[in-house]
């Protein structure tokens, strides 16, 4: 059985900075792609950015040079750290194996 489970979420000041991560289980292969996403109740579930098995990532033009996304397969993790929080970073936030249609349950950004 496929799990995603994010984990780091919370309450955090503008200018600050935290980590998300994801531990992803249930796959024998690391070779597929993993992305967050976030959502809020106006703009609904955005992506954020994506990376693929050799590392190679994307970013929403919104985030680029505040947030980076990483994996370590060998520990069947995905990160996301986020610096230069604003408050409009506030969302929940996801992480997703797209191609399959598999999320996690999501844990909470606050900035304020």
């Known amino acids: 059985q496929v799990q995603l489970v994010e984990s780091g979420g919370g309450s955090f000041q503008p200018g600050g900075s935290l980590t998300l991560s994801c531990v992803v289980s249930g796959y024998t292969s690391n070779r597929y792609c993993l992305a967050w996403f976030r959502e809020t109740p106006g703009k609904g579930r955005v992506p954020v950015a994506g990376?693929?098995?050799?590392?190679?990532?994307n970013y929403a033009e919104s985030v680029k040079g505040r947030f980076s996304i990483s994996r370590d397969n060998a520990k069947n993790t995905l990160y996301l750290q986020l610096n230069s929080l604003k408050t409009e970073d506030t969302a929940m936030y996801y992480c997703?194996?797209?191609?399959?249609?598999?999320w996690g349950q999501g844990t909470q950004v606050t900035v304020s």
């Open positions: 990376i693929d098995n050799e590392a190679s990532a």
């Open positions: 997703a194996k797209i191609a399959n249609n598999y």
